[in-house]
């Protein structure tokens, strides 16, 4: 991938309201694509990931992301934040390269939940 | 289980002094990575290895050092500590045949 846009660096929303988190990426092969989460002060695990098949795939804490191809997205999605899913989500874009595979990452959406 | 460990948690470092940031993984995976994390910036890769004895540059590899004797092993040395190295270090590793990586706790790192 030449480049992982999230299209927002932070996103406030109330609890129990829905979210939709950004990301565009920019590649001319075929890519594999993740969101990871980061609590504070922690490192970062993985939420989901779209390697082939099905464009919507589900993740943990039931957060969804579909794979739209023809514009180059992977948008993160819940139907129902909590408090707890106030963190930090990156989005990431691995290709083959000479070197074998290349992951970017995006810079960061900082999702804060309010009560 | 304990994945990915980095050590220290934190540390503070006075300019041109040096230190090593370990990291080990206990997953046998060939893959290890080296990021830094500054703020409002994501992850930019340091180093990376495909396996003990290989080791590459990433994105940003200025003013660091790597080496991979062990599978499990892949510790990050900073030679000459500069104000811009102060950041968040994390080490991930990736097994052969899955595509997502694990990453460490993290090294906050502060140099003045």
């Known amino acids: 991938a030449q480049s992982v846009t999230q299209l927002d660096s932070q996103v406030p929303v109330f609890e129990e309201a829905p979210v939709e988190l950004r990301c565009n990426y920019s590649s001319s092969v075929s890519v594999y694509l993740f969101w990871y989460v980061q609590y504070p002060n922690q490192g970062l695990q993985l939420l989901l990931k779209y390697l082939s098949g099905s464009t919507l795939v589900k993740g943990i804490n039931g957060f969804e992301a579909e794979f739209n191809k023809s514009q180059t997205s992977f948008h993160l999605r819940k139907p129902s934040v909590h408090i707890s899913d106030t963190a930090e989500y990156f989005c990431?874009?691995?290709?083959?390269?000479?070197?074998?595979?290349?992951?970017?990452f995006g810079a960061g959406t900082r999702l804060f939940v309010k009560a | 289980n304990a994945g990915v460990t980095q050590t220290p948690k934190f540390r503070i470092l006075k300019i041109g002094q040096s230190m090593t940031l370990q990291c080990t993984q206990d997953?046998?995976?060939?893959?290890m990575y080296w990021y830094r994390q500054d703020p409002g910036m994501g992850l930019k890769l340091i180093y990376y290895s495909v396996g003990a004895g290989i080791t590459d540059k990433g994105e940003v590899p200025n003013g660091y050092n790597v080496s991979r004797s062990t599978t499990e092993d892949f510790p990050l040395r900073l030679e000459l500590a500069a104000p811009s190295q102060t950041s968040v270090y994390f080490c991930a590793s990736r097994g052969q045949e899955s595509y997502e990586q694990y990453f460490g706790p993290g090294t906050r790192l502060t140099v003045t």
């Open positions: 997953m046998n995976h060939n893959y």
């Open positions: 990431a874009v691995s290709e083959r390269d000479t070197g074998g595979f290349k992951t970017i």
